[in-house]
């Protein structure tokens, strides 16, 4: 069966401004062997035109627009496929703004049908303005669930997701959240990986190459798809056995996938990642969700429901 990747980003392409060691000759692989391959970030913010520019800058050259899928043109697909004549109110960025323009979704700074949340620092009047439509009945979407994305080693920022959880806070009314792990996303990304494709799409296997659980290898699960885990990111090893979902297999970086393209031969130092057997807890566990809540300190999951 012939292979088709899916590739995060950031931890797994890219690290703050750093090509990750390997990710060059894995891109050069898929390109010899005519293996079709697609950049899938719930990064809302670039266009996949930016995205095109960045890899440039970090050493890849060739790509083109249509090598990216960004969360933001995942919302947009949503909204055109299933709400095309609606108009929104926006916390976003370009990329999000520009995705939306394309599906043909207005602006309407006067009576929205959507709230559409993504990656960006909104003002609090913005944020006042939002919390005013959803009350008059507004539905609210967010492009991905990220309560914090990673910026440098040791630092994050705050992310779609929490900006979304501002919102059903204040107004009681859930979010829709598309992007990863949303299998609108995957179904999405396959059908536009596959769409140049001579053979039929449906004789490919599809493998997601991710470094986050709750994001990359959950939705993939769930979607059907293989789902390598590399190490190079969010998700370390130690934290596997807190996911009831697990990937497929676990590599140290995409240098080694690259060489198992490369020379045909499964990849020797695949990790093993066997769960422990399970452990009562009753210590450590609250009976209030105040007490649950500083539990999770220092840091949520990148999502909530991971
Ligand atoms: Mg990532």
């Known amino acids: 069966m012939k292979e088709a990747y899916l590739l995060d980003m950031d931890g797994v392409i890219y690290r703050e401004d750093h090509l990750i060691p390997g990710a060059l000759d894995l891109i050069d692989a898929f390109r010899e062997n005519g293996i079709p391959f697609l950049f899938l970030t719930n990064n809302s913010m670039p ?54 323009k394309e599906a043909g979704i207005a602006n309407d700074p006067i009576g929205p049908g959507f709230v559409i949340v993504g990656e960006g620092y909104p003002s609090l009047e913005k944020l006042n303005k939002a919390h005013g439509y959803l009350e008059k009945g507004a539905r609210l979407v967010a492009t991905n669930p990220d309560n914090w994305c990673p910026v440098e080693a040791t630092k994050t ?24 792990p949303n299998a609108f996303m995957f179904s999405r990304a396959c059908r536009r990986m596959l769409a140049h494709t001579t053979t039929d799409p449906g004789s490919y296997r599809v493998i997601m190459v991710g470094d986050t659980m709750e994001t990359d290898i959950r939705g993939s699960v769930e979607m059907g798809l293989r789902a390598y885990l590399v190490l190079t990111g969010s998700s370390r090893l130690e934290d596997l056995s807190r996911y009831v979902y697990q990937p497929t297999r676990v590599l140290p970086s995409v ?20 769960l422990p057997p399970p452990q009562p807890r009753r210590a450590g566990r609250h009976q209030t969700d105040i007490e649950n809540y500083r539990g999770r300190y220092p840091r949520p999951p990148m999502t909530r429901g991971g």
């Open 47 to 100: 266009t996949p035109e930016d995205l095109v520019v960045k890899m440039r800058h970090l050493g890849v050259e060739g790509l083109s627009a249509r090598h990216f899928y960004t969360s933001a043109m995942n919302t947009a697909d949503f909204l055109r496929e299933t709400y095309p004549e609606s108009t929104a109110f926006v916390l976003g960025e370009g990329g999000l703004l520009a995705a939306l």
């Open 255 to 274: 240098k080694e996938l690259a060489e198992e393209i490369r020379t045909g031969k499964p990849a020797e130092c695949q990790l093993r990642h066997e």
């Open 157 to 180: 920022r705050p992310g779609a997701g929490a900006t979304a959880a501002y919102l059903e806070a204040s107004t009681g009314r859930p979010a829709y959240y598309l992007g990863k």
